[in-house]
Nanobody, 125 residues
Framework: QLRLVDSGGHQVQPGGSLRLSCKAPGFTLNHWGVGWFRQAPGKEREGVSCISHSGELIDYADSVKGRFTISRDRPTNTVYLQMNNVKPEDTALYYC??????????????????WGQGTQVTVSS
């Protein structure tokens, strides 16, 4: 089991940017598929983006395509979610998750067996 630490969430104005980070202290994320999910109050959890362990497969929810970018920094063992041009509907608790074979072209929650504690993103003026 990995202990995932996700961070970087904060309040930002519409149209602004922020970057979320996901790390696994003591472990290497480079061998795992990593996904980002979000859940807003009263709504179901939504898969936002994922990247396979090789980095060759990446997927985004339609609602964030063209605005969010997922990436890996292998030297620092970190996965990032760059969020640009954020909208009020992006407000949610964001979680990173890891699975050994996760991200085969879609963001599917069942592929992940390790979850972070969540980091809050609030988009408001």
């Amino acid at each position: 089991q990995l202990r995932l630490v996700d961070s970087g969430g904060h309040q930002v104005q519409p149209g602004g940017s922020l970057r979320l980070s996901c790390k696994a202290p003591g472990f290497t994320l480079n061998h795992w598929g990593v996904g980002w999910f979000r859940q807003a109050p009263g709504k179901e959890r939504e898969g936002v983006s994922c990247i396979s362990h090789s980095g060759e497969l990446i997927d985004y929810a339609d609602s964030v395509k063209g605005r969010f970018t997922i990436s890996r920094d292998r030297p620092t063992n970190t996965v990032y979610l760059q969020m640009n041009n954020v909208k009020p509907e992006d407000t949610a608790l964001y979680y990173c998750a890891a699975g050994p074979y996760a991200c085969q072209g879609r963001v599917v929650a069942d592929e992940y067996n390790n979850w972070g504690q969540g980091t809050q993103v609030t988009v408001s003026s």
